[in-house]
């Protein structure tokens, strides 16, 4: 008996170490994981940290400045639902930069270190000037998602950059003029010449070249070239086009945004307009965030970008401006309206100056305009 009870004994503290041995295993492991990956990363001249790495760095620098991408409305709510989230993080301050001159002075400010912030919003325009002049410092972001050390969507990396905004190009009609039965389904509508003289087209190629690279760059230039021959209403900008819409003068818009739609509609949900979103999509990303160079907080510049990539973020975002949050997050307008329609969108740097080559050709080549026009 008292060899028997001497065996189940043994036999315990033999499955004891080994458990124990294998908790050690995997914590060895996962160790081992995390440094071949900073190995690796470093390999690459990238930075690969971990989340406790990132939560001390933070927490020891306190502040934060940063220049995001999306409206200037709606930075106060964002920055508030940032500083519940992340408490130590005291000091927020914030600047905006819009349009092309103002971009190109601040990446010369930035160059000259004349300005100083922590998170950049990098126009993808002018991504060579960012990256001829070193102004993104080389995190591996992608290295990161993977590990689990940033909980960010993955398709959101872009090289050392996130974004974490798009925008949709969609068909928006008015029920003035369109009856039910002849609402437009996909993209092939608009050359339907029931619409002839009666749909509207920016004249900026870029809301059609959205649609690259679920189409061919021959694709579109053939549909383009379709769509002039339609004899469309040439228009610029988006907002000015909307009461031409619900007045019924216009019947259709091919290449509307849909934030800008739908901005209508939350204005006046009565408005005579609706929206299709055709398949393929058209889709562009947008608020593309990296860490500056010379950051002083990057650590905090770090969760400041998980942050607005996330669920909870993005509500945030979608409430000042629906239709801009990411269709890749659950919950967003954008991820609703698209579903299971296929999404046309870059998924690299050199799809996105692909994407603008198409967006020009379209202009020059099949509507005869000069390159100003984009």
Same mark, same amino acid.
């Given at each position: ?16 170490c080994l458990l124990l041995s294998t908790v050690r295993a995997q914590v060895f492991a996962q160790s081992f994981d995390l440094q071949a990956l900073k190995q690796e990363a470093a390999k690459r001249k990238q930075i690969f940290l971990t989340r406790a790495e990132i ?10 400045? !940063?220049? #995001?991408?999306? %409206?200037? =409305?709606?930075?106060? *709510?964002?920055?508030?639902?940032? @500083?519940?989230?992340? &408490? ?55 290295g990161m998602v993977q590990a689990g050390e940033l909980k960010i969507p993955l398709k959101m990396v872009q090289g050392v950059m996130v974004w974490t905004g798009n925008s949709i190009s969609i068909i928006a009609y008015s029920t003035l003029v369109v009856p039910p ?29 959205? !649609?690259? #690279?679920?189409? %061919?760059? =021959?694709?579109?230039? *053939?549909?383009?070239?379709?769509? @002039?021959?339609?004899? &469309? ?142």
């Open positions: 008996m008292k060899t028997k009870r001497l065996r189940s004994t043994i036999l315990l503290f033999i499955c004891a939560l001390a760095g933070a927490k020891k620098e306190g502040k934060l400045k !940063v220049v #995001p991408g999306f %409206t200037k =409305e709606g930075i106060p *709510d964002m920055v508030a639902a940032f @500083k519940k989230k992340y &408490p130590f993080i005291k000091n927020i301050s914030w600047d905006v930069v819009t349009g092309s001159v103002a971009t190109q002075r601040e990446v010369m400010a930035l160059a000259a270190g004349s300005k100083q912030t922590d998170v950049l919003n990098v126009s993808t325009a002018v991504l060579d000037s960012y990256v001829d002049r070193h102004l993104m410092k080389a995190y591996d972001f992608q039965e002849k609402a437009p389904k996909n993209w092939n509508d608009c050359l339907d010449p029931q619409w002839k003289g009666k749909v509207a087209v920016d004249t900026r190629g870029r809301y059609l070249a959205r !649609v690259y #690279p679920a189409w %061919t760059a =021959e694709q579109l230039l *053939d549909f383009a070239k379709k769509l @002039k021959n339609n004899d &469309p209403k040439w228009v610029r900008g988006q907002t000015s086009t909307m009461p031409r819409l619900t007045s019924g003068e216009l019947a259709l818009f091919c290449g509307a945004n849909l934030h800008s739609t739908n901005r209508v509609l939350v204005k006046d949900p009565s408005a005579p307009i609706k929206i299709v979103v055709p398949d393929p999509v058209g889709m562009t990303t947008g608020d593309h965030a990296a860490i500056y160079t010379k950051a002083e907080n990057p650590h905090a510049g770090l969760l400041w970008i998980e942050f607005t990539a996330s669920k909870e973020g993005q509500e945030v975002r979608d409430s000042f401006n629906p239709g801009d949050g990411s269709y890749l997050v659950e919950g967003t307008l954008a991820n609703k309206l698209v579903g299971t329609t296929k999404v046309s969108v870059c998924a690299d740097l050199e799809c996105l100056s692909k994407q603008r080559e198409v967006g020009e050709r379209i202009i020059v080549e099949a509507w005869k305009f000069p390159k100003a026009g984009r």
